[in-house]
T-cell receptor, first 109, second 113 residues
Framework: GQNIDQPTEMTATEGAIVQINCTYQ??????LFWYQQHAGEAPTFLSY??LDGLEEKGRFSSFLSRSKGYSYLLLKELQMKDSASYLC??????????WGAGTKLIIKP | IAGITQAPTSQILAAGRRMTLRCTQD?????MYWYRQDLGLGLRLIHY???????GKGEVPDGYSVSRANTDDFPLTLASAVPSQTSVYFC????????????FGPGTRLTVL
């Protein structure tokens, strides 16, 4: 079966750095997406990785290792507004997105 | 430009009733999707459409139907609602079915009693 695993909840301090991990087992791979979802709102796109390595976009970076079936999202200089759920999703061989259950990130002052 | 709109925002429905959730996008995207999101679970694909006139089944299609008469609209119909269909429903669209980014509507919170 297809599976995406990510921690259920994480807590971090304002101004710090946090790394959210995602491991996956899917039938085929056509890229990995990270989305942010604030409570009661729609998911919004953060990043896309299809090749191994690190993609940096401002305070957010995303890393992919296809051989290990592993990705992480790195958030730097955390702000209170970063409190949200972070969703990892993999596009499988049928070009359908398989979603993890999300990691709820709590930022404390 | 609104992006993707969904209606209604929320709805309480009696079991056995028919309900259509509406979704409209103004980005001229070819592909559209319907997901449901339940607590503790990832988003699950119900139905999708790669282009106007075509539809396909996702992971959890039973009890739902869709149509895609034009590029902009992608309604989701529950023919006879059951309590297990209580969920938050998100419509999304992308330029193509490939690895293009999916953009989400604001969601419809549906409660079936």
């Amino acid at each position: 079966g297809q599976n995406i695993d990510q921690p259920t909840e994480m807590t971090a301090t304002e101004g710090a750095i946090v790394q959210i991990n995602c491991t996956y087992q899917t039938s085929g791979f056509n890229g990995l997406f990270w989305y942010q979802q604030h409570a009661g709102e729609a998911p919004t796109f953060l990043s896309y990785n299809v090749l191994d390595g690190l993609e940096e976009k401002g305070r957010f970076s995303s890393f992919l290792s296809r051989s290990k079936g592993y990705s992480y999202l790195l958030l730097k200089e955390l702000q209170m507004k970063d409190s949200a759920s972070y969703l990892c999703a993999v596009m499988d061989s049928n070009y359908q997105l398989i979603w993890g259950a999300g990691t709820k990130l709590i930022i404390k002052p | 430009i609104a992006g993707i709109t969904q209606a209604p925002t929320s709805q309480i429905l009696a079991a056995g009733r028919r309900m259509t959730l509406r979704c409209t996008q103004d980005m001229r995207h070819n592909a559209m999707y319907w997901y449901r999101q339940d607590l503790g679970l990832g988003l699950r694909l119900i139905h999708y459409s790669n282009t106007a006139g075509t539809t396909g089944k996702g992971e959890v299609p039973d009890g739902y139907s869709v149509s895609r008469a034009n590029t902009d609209d992608f309604p989701l119909t529950l023919a006879s609602a059951v309590p297990s269909q209580t969920s938050v429903y998100f419509c999304a669209s992308s330029d193509s079915q490939g690895s293009d980014t999916q953009y989400f509507g604001p969601g419809t919170r549906l409660t079936v009693l």
